[in-house]
């Protein structure tokens, strides 16, 4: 068993146009007041990290690692969560997906696909120059319109889609290996990967390619109503990444797993501050330490209800009074004695 880190903080949701909230230095004082001790950086926001830049200078990538160094902090992870939805984006969500990309692209989505492909290539290449062997991402999807099968899909729909999802990702997940870091998809509704059944397609898809990892959040298997305990017996060796978030479903005779296109404050399944909704963090928690995650245990905040400050403020010491400092002994050694093999046979009454 191993220790994990933490806590780190994703920084997607910080980010702002407002002081403190607009450039990298002010945001990592700020978190390290609350306090982190990583920051994962979203690799889209050129406020955070310009990742073109990054993939291409070691010296810029110090430069990045220093500014968190002195607040106190590390770089955790990269996220290219927003560039792996443009990998694979069905013609119905072109119009709303432009916003992931610059506007020099927008309606132009094979030009699109293709800078968000070399834009995750020099993610990797970043993360090998921070030292960093992890890397967040979403898969995209060709497939989650077809996800209630009205119409009934068509024989080999399926199939044929994942084999084109992982042609898609085979070139960036060879990049990925030839730069020593694992790309860890993030298990998520609207994702070709969104549940355990998904992501073993994928796996299959790519050959098990060795790259292909996990980034594990059970606020979004709550909302699908599946077991997010169990999903860690089922693919801990491939979990590598860890946000944590809280969420809460609570149907009724109105609405449920679909929601009724309402808004999140309305919507039976929502996300909530970690502590205020359902998801069992302790158990979470000891499953992963069981297991011998080591990586970081990072707050990823999302709120209907309560403030961002407020909840970032809570999430740091609810990450560090889970965090366990796993034990390097067994509790019953004191009752052990020297043995050999003669005892043990004579034990067995051999």
């Known amino acids: 068993m191993k220790t994990m880190k933490g806590p780190g903080i994703f920084l997607a949701q910080v980010i702002s146009d407002d002081a403190p909230y607009n450039n990298l230095k002010q945001i990592c004082e700020w978190v390290a007041e609350q306090g982190y001790k990583a920051v994962q950086l979203p690799t889209w926001d050129t406020r955070i990290i310009d990742i073109t830049k990054a993939g291409q200078s070691k010296d810029y990538c110090e430069e990045i690692k220093g500014i968190a160094n002195e607040a106190g902090l ?4 990269l996220s290219t969560h927003l560039q792996g939805q443009l990998v694979a984006v069905h013609t119905a969500f072109d119009n709303m997906f432009d916003g992931f990309a ?3 692209l927008h309606g132009k989505p094979s030009a699109r696909t293709a800078w968000a492909v070399e834009q995750i290539k020099s993610a990797a290449r970043a993360s090998q120059h921070m030292g960093i062997d992890v890397m967040a991402t979403f898969s995209g999807s060709l497939l989650f319109h077809t996800m209630y099968p009205w119409p009934q899909r068509p024989e080999g729909l399926v199939e044929e889609g ?11 997940l060879d990049h990925c290996k030839e ?14 990967l969104h549940d355990g059944v998904t992501f073993e397609r994928f796996l299959e898809a790519t050959g098990h390619h060795k790259s292909v990892k996990i980034l594990y959040d059970p606020s979004h298997f709550v909302l699908q109503q599946l077991d997010y305990l169990q999903y860690i ?4 060796e491939y979990i590598r990444m860890f946000h944590v ?6 149907p009724n005779g109105k609405s449920g797993v679909y929601g009724g296109y309402q808004s999140w404050v309305d919507r039976p399944g929502r996300f909530r501050s970690v502590g205020d909704g359902q998801v069992d963090f302790k158990s979470i928690f000891s499953k992963l330490s069981q297991y011998g995650f080591d990586g970081w245990a990072v707050l990823e905040w999302e709120c209907c209800i309560k403030s961002f400050e407020q909840g970032i403020a809570e999430g ?11 034990t390097q002994k067994q509790f019953d050694d004191f009752a052990s004695g020297d043995v050999d093999k003669a005892l043990l046979r004579k034990i067995l009454g051999l």
């Not at 978030?245 to 609570?250: I, Y």
């Open 74 to 77: 590390v770089v955790s992870e």
């Open 102 to 104: 610059p506007k020099d």
């Open 162 to 172: 994942f084999k084109e999802l992982a042609l898609r990702w085979l070139p960036i």
């Open 179 to 192: 730069n020593g870091v694992d790309l860890c998809y993030e298990i998520h509704p609207g994702e070709d």
């Open 233 to 236: 017996d089922f693919y801990h």
């Open 245 to 250: 978030k809280d969420a809460e479903f609570n």
């Open 316 to 326: 740091a010491p609810f990450i560090k009074e889970h965090i366990i400092d796993v």
